[in-house]
């Protein structure tokens, strides 16, 4: 039973295509976050949601929009995708009064050709 | 210089060895060290957190923070291939933002 769960996998696509990344957590979490991780291993918060809120939002260009519709999910859109944003994006869930315990998803690993 | 400085690696070691994974930061607002686990394509799984300094052990793990010296480790004792991972360690305030900064992950190897 997948505590946090992403998809897809992975995602290859062209320069200026629009995608988007769904992550979902069965943790009862109020809380979660999308980390971009780039090929030299460093990981960095996009984003963090509280109870469908966004309360976190790093410089992050606005071509990437999250969406959470509720507090298990939360999505990442990407508007005319670049190749600098290959990476792999993971999403986390935790407790607001706890966020040194969070839980990551597998990632997903996209390749802008 | 970055916030949170860790050595990529790789460090090789042979199995039953004892392993010191190290991370030197700049922020002395710094309360909260945790480390994590990841395996290859996998995501970070966090194994032991502690607050302020001193030591926490949990099993083979031993976590220790040095606040003056502004510099946190992480043992591992008797060393086996399934540790075989990167190991990152992240760090955040007490207060303000609750997120985390990441160190880049040192990269571990244990071979039989």
């Known amino acids: 039973d997948t505590a946090v769960s992403q998809t897809p996998k992975y995602l290859v696509t062209q320069m200026g295509n629009d995608k988007s990344i769904k992550c979902e957590q069965n943790?009862?979490?109020?809380?979660m976050y999308w980390y971009k991780q780039d090929s030299k291993k460093f990981l960095k918060i996009m984003f963090s949601y509280n109870n469908k809120e966004l309360i976190i939002n790093e410089t992050v260009p606005n071509r990437f929009s999250p969406k959470s519709p509720d507090k298990a999910h939360l999505n990442l859109h990407i508007n005319s995708l670049e190749l600098g944003d290959s990476a792999v994006y993971f999403c986390?869930?935790?407790?607001?009064?706890?966020?040194?315990?969070?839980?990551f998803g597998p990632g997903t690993r996209l390749t802008v050709t | 210089q970055k916030e949170v400085e860790q050595d990529p690696g790789p460090l090789s070691v042979p199995e039953g060895a004892i392993v010191s994974l190290n991370c030197t930061y700049s922020?002395?607002?710094?309360?909260?060290f945790m480390w994590y686990r990841q395996y290859s394509r996998k995501g970070p799984e966090l194994l032991m957190y502690t607050y302020s300094s001193g030591n926490k052990e949990d099993g083979r793990f031993t976590a220790q923070v040095d606040k003056s010296s502004k510099y946190i480790s992480l043992f591992i004792r008797d060393s086996q291939p399934s540790d075989s991972a990167t190991y990152l360690c992240a760090m955040r305030p007490s207060g303000g933002s609750y997120i985390p900064t990441f160190g880049r992950g040192t990269s571990l190897i244990v071979h039989p």
């Open positions: 922020n002395s607002a710094f309360q909260y």
């Open positions: 943790l009862g979490h109020d809380t």
């Open positions: 986390a869930s935790s407790f607001r009064a706890d966020p040194n315990l969070q839980y």
